[in-house]
């Protein structure tokens, strides 16, 4: 089955999850950010150029929120 999600292993619960785009619900996120209702959590920005040094920082175990790309 094309859907089917995998099986869960050595304890880990598998949970298959489909997204889709929605300019409503997007534009009602940006919102509530803009009101300070919703806050994001953001670890590090990096340029494009430093892809590999984001996502080494991505791999750091301490690592807490987004790591934002900036073109």
Known sequence: MPHAAPAAERG????EQEVAADGAHLARLVTLVDAGELTLRVARTFPLTEVP???AHLADPGTRG??????
Do not use: D, F, G
């Open 12 to 15: 880990v619960r598998v949970v």
């Open 53 to 55: 040094k984001a996502h």
């Open 66 to 71: 987004r790591i934002v790309l900036t073109v």
